[in-house]
């Protein structure tokens, strides 16, 4: 009884930082993006700073009238989102947020591969709403998904597997309990290849091609309404946070901080995740859209041979160091 | 999350209970998803609209992935997913998307080779368990120890005892890569010395 309860409390606790986590983060780009454009932002929503804003948003996405377009192919256009938005769920699961067991949902013995394969299914939402709006637009969106997607994996995978060479191990609690300090400028050009490739995953500007709206509308998720988009919205953000968290998992050692590593590893965790996110707003609007063809020069020429360079690395260093 | 505390239980049963009447609910579990994944796959080969033939193919894939799961192979359950769910089925619906994925039936998807395609399946199906039934007959897993089928243990074979077989796999894949790409290097050149004629229009069509 007293497991079953343990369990639930977990999932409860998981689900709802997956609500919350990815609202906070849409707040804080409502408000950075407006600050840096020397614009408010939200400022009359709940009163303080428009800090109701997104619940505001939510409860009128809830209102709007659920439409499915007459020649869409309805199971599938209606499935998409709930494809696009579980994952990320289930990769919440296994994150560890401070050292020992306490800290994490469920350790997984295989966790990169767990998350990284969990990961890519996300997109499979966006491929199936592309094709089932019958729109050409969504299509081209669905198209432009699924050739982002097949060339950015590759570099992920290659650094995600350089951290598992430097720790020996794949699995999440494994890779931190091993951190040392001197990793961070020994995996930093992994770092920065994981983050650029999993920001072209979900695909956020500057490489939001996929949903490029001067060009596309919004690309796969041009016929959506209500509910079911905001459903897409909240997995893009839920994305940022599962990808700002990893990377800070890998490659920023997680828990581990200068002090006070034994109470309070867990808010170095939400720290280090919270400026990553912050980074991901800044890069929004500071760069602007690379074309279909950069972005496929980008990750073949630069990102493979640098994720390449950086494995090599890593085997030379663990050799000498063994 | 539950499925990787199950496999401890089934091993403990199994060692107690050697026998088809007395299943464990992992057993049962194990058959129920079988079919489940084979319901799948049969959907995939006889629908008649493409775009839902793969999507079928990843739950089809996926079952197979929870199978794994359930026989304790948590690697190679996650690198199902990730290889197959993630990649392959991606590629497919790409390639549909750029070609032809209309909503709906289509009628002419059908190819008249089905009866082979069915007997080549047969055969191929009966050669795979007969190789590995006849590798693996004298083969015994201790049910004992720790799970046989966890990372460390599934590298540490695979690097050990299989390496060989793992290195000429690599080189093969190396060499089909560099054969793609020297097939569509060659033909973008075809049509650039001659970009009238009619074999170069036919070849790029196929």
């Given amino acids: 009884m007293n497991d079953a309860l343990d369990v639930a409390l977990r999932l409860a606790v998981i689900f709802v930082v997956f609500l919350v986590a ?8 409502h408000k950075v993006m407006a600050h840096m454009q020397g614009r408010l932002g939200p400022m009359y929503a709940g009163g303080f700073h428009g800090w109701a804003q997104l619940v505001a948003d939510g ?17 599938v256009f209606q499935l998409a989102p709930a494809v696009a938005l579980l994952p990320y769920l289930l990769v919440l699961v296994v994150i560890p947020v401070g050292p020992g067991d306490g800290a994490v949902g469920q350790v997984i013995d295989a966790g990169i591969f767990f998350v990284l394969a969990v990961m890519g299914i996300g997109v499979l939402g966006s491929l199936m709403a592309g094709w089932a709006s019958a729109n050409k637009f969504s299509l081209l969106g669905g198209l432009r998904t699924a050739a982002q997607l097949l060339s950015y994996e590759l570099p992920m995978l290659l650094t995600a597997a350089s951290v598992a060479m430097a720790a020996g191990t794949v699995s999440l609690t494994g890779i931190l309990d091993a951190f040392e300090w001197w990793w961070l400028p020994w995996q930093i050009v992994g770092a920065l290849v994981f983050f650029v490739a999993g920001l072209a995953e979900l695909q956020r500007p500057p490489f939001d091609m996929p949903v490029a709206d ?3 509308i919004f690309g796969a998720y041009t016929e959506y309404t209500g509910l079911r988009f905001a459903l897409f919205l909240l997995a893009e953000y839920a994305g940022i946070v599962i990808l700002c968290a990893l990377t800070t998992v890998l490659f920023l050692g997680g828990w581990h901080g200068p002090f006070g590593a034994d109470g309070l590893g867990w808010l170095w965790t939400l720290l280090k995740t919270a400026l990553l996110a912050f980074v991901v707003i800044w890069l929004r609007v500071s ?16 990102l493979v041979p640098l994720a390449l360079a950086q494995i090599a690395l890593t085997g030379i260093v663990k050799v000498a160091i063994n | 999350m539950t499925l990787h505390t199950a496999p401890p239980v089934f091993i403990a049963a199994a060692g107690d ?11 049962i579990a194990f058959l129920l998803v079988g079919l489940a994944t084979l319901g799948a796959a049969v959907i995939t080969v006889t629908t ?13 894939l996926g079952g197979l992935a929870v199978e794994y799961l359930l026989l304790t192979a948590e690697f190679i359950a996650w690198v199902q997913v990730l290889i197959y769910v993630g990649s392959i089925v991606v590629l497919l619906l790409f390639g549909l ?24 399946a047969a055969a191929t199906a009966a050669a795979l368990v007969w190789v590995v039934a006849d590798a693996f007959r004298t083969t015994w897993i201790e049910l004992d120890g720790p799970a046989q089928g966890s990372t460390e243990v599934t590298g540490a074979f695979l690097f050990r005892n299989w390496v060989l077989p793992f ?3 690599s080189v093969l894949l190396l060499a089909a890569l560099v054969g793609a790409i020297v097939l569509s290097r060659r033909r973008d050149t075809d049509t650039t010395v001659r970009p009238g004629t009619n074999g170069t229009a036919k070849e790029e069509q196929s």
């Avoid at chain 1, 990815?22 to 780009?29: D, K, R, S, W, Y």
């Avoid at chain 2, 008649?48 to 089809?60: E, S």
């Fill in chain 1, 22 to 29: 990815p609202l906070l983060v849409g707040q804080t780009e």
């Fill in chain 1, 59 to 75: 409860v009128k996405f809830a209102q709007k009238e659920d439409v499915v377009p007459a020649a869409a192919d309805r199971r």
């Fill in chain 2, 97 to 120: 998307m750029l070609t032809r994925a209309p909503i709906g039936r289509s009628p002419d998807a059908d190819s008249g080779n089905r009866w082979v395609a069915l007997g080549v």
């Fill in chain 2, 167 to 169: 290195e000429a796999l």
């Fill in chain 2, 17 to 27: 209970h050697p026998g088809f009447l007395s299943p464990s609910g992992v057993e």
């Fill in chain 2, 48 to 60: 008649k609209q493409l775009v839902h033939a793969a999507l079928w193919l990843v739950v089809a």
């Fill in chain 1, 214 to 216: 001067s060009e596309i």
């Fill in chain 1, 287 to 302: 760069y602007p859209r690379l074309r279909e063809d950069q972005l496929q020069k980008l990750a073949w020429t630069t």
